[in-house]
């Protein structure tokens, strides 16, 4: 069964999105670097084209994305119509805020300053980093930080030093997640609430894949001598491996699963990126990357 997530806030935080739109005058969009393509909110480009209003792609979490896929995601994306593309990570994040900005003025240069500042709408999926994003253009906290998904409930209109105008928008799903796929990836990168999906599950799709794109980021981490098993022996293995055994042996699969996916969140598993922006590309899907980071070989 496909995982599922529209929360009720949603529903009219999509309606405010759509009549925002008619009163600024580009769309940044962040994305999450380790997948760009899921993270891409069909219902923005949608809405924005039919406004005819330009979009700078913010490639957010790059330090924890395949830095070769990365740059075929930016080739990818700059390919679109009154597009920019920009790759950030959370060090970088106020050392290349100004970048940020110049790029903005550059795809709306009628918007020069002064009476007529650059009024940008901010939007994104949940948890993919929007907030971060703002608190460093501002150069003060004004968003709230969290690792929950759907924290932001309402939109914030944010004037910054320079005069430039942003407004801050809740995380924003679409109504229906059509692939089983897309929703365990979504799950995984933390961008749906933990309500909405099976921890197991996600954590079992999640040793699959890696098994088959990743083998050694899983390979030590996990102590598993042969990745070619099915998904659930490997679940198994690595249950056991990082010390999720209760009285009698019984294994804390729970326990076991969250520990999974807060590896790969915090990237403890290397720098993965969980889809390609079209195949053939110089990177085949099953050959491993070579300058993986192998974390050490503890529970």
């Known amino acids: ?3 599922q997530w529209f929360p009720g806030h949603m529903h009219k935080a999509r309606k405010q999105v759509a009549e925002t739109m008619a009163k600024v005058d580009m769309v940044i969009e962040v994305l999450d670097a380790r997948l760009p393509r899921i993270t891409t909110n069909p219902m923005i480009g949608e ?3 039919q406004r005819q209003r330009p979009s700078l792609k913010v490639l957010n979490k790059c330090d924890l994305a395949d830095p070769r896929v990365s740059a075929a995601w930016v080739t990818h994306f700059q390919a679109e119509q009154q597009t920019a593309v920009l790759q950030l990570d959370e060090a970088g994040k106020l050392r290349d805020a100004p970048k940020v900005l110049a790029l903005c003025r550059e795809l709306v240069p009628h918007r020069s300053g002064g009476e007529k500042p650059v009024r940008a709408m901010i939007l994104g999926v949940p948890n993919v980093g929007k907030s971060t994003l703002i608190n460093a253009l ?3 906290r004004l968003a709230q ?3 929950t998904p759907g924290v932001t409930k309402s939109q914030q209109r944010i004037e910054l030093i320079d005069g430039t105008i942003l407004v801050d928008t809740p995380g924003l799903m679409w109504p229906k997640i059509d692939s089983p796929n897309d929703g365990l990836k979504l799950a995984l990168s933390g961008a749906i609430g933990k309500n909405a999906y099976d921890a197991e599950e996600v954590a079992w799709y999640t040793l699959g ?3 088959q794109h990743y083998p050694e980021s899983i390979r030590t981490r996990y102590r598993l001598p042969d990745l070619s098993v099915h998904a659930d022996q490997l679940f198994e293995q690595a249950a056991r491996a990082l010390g999720c055994v209760q009285s009698g042996g019984r294994l804390d699969t729970q326990k076991a699963a969250e520990r999974i996916l807060t590896d790969f969140r915090n990237g403890t598993l290397g720098r993965i990126t969980l889809e390609r922006p079209g195949l053939p590309l110089d990177l085949p899907l099953d050959e491993p ?5 192998v974390p050490d ?3």
């Open 1 to 3: 069964m496909a995982i």
């Open 47 to 49: 809405l924005r084209r």
């Open 138 to 140: 501002a150069k003060r």
């Open 145 to 147: 930080v969290a690792d």
């Open 209 to 211: 894949w890696l098994a």
């Open 289 to 293: 990357n070579p300058d993986q980071v």
């Open 297 to 299: 070989d503890e529970a």
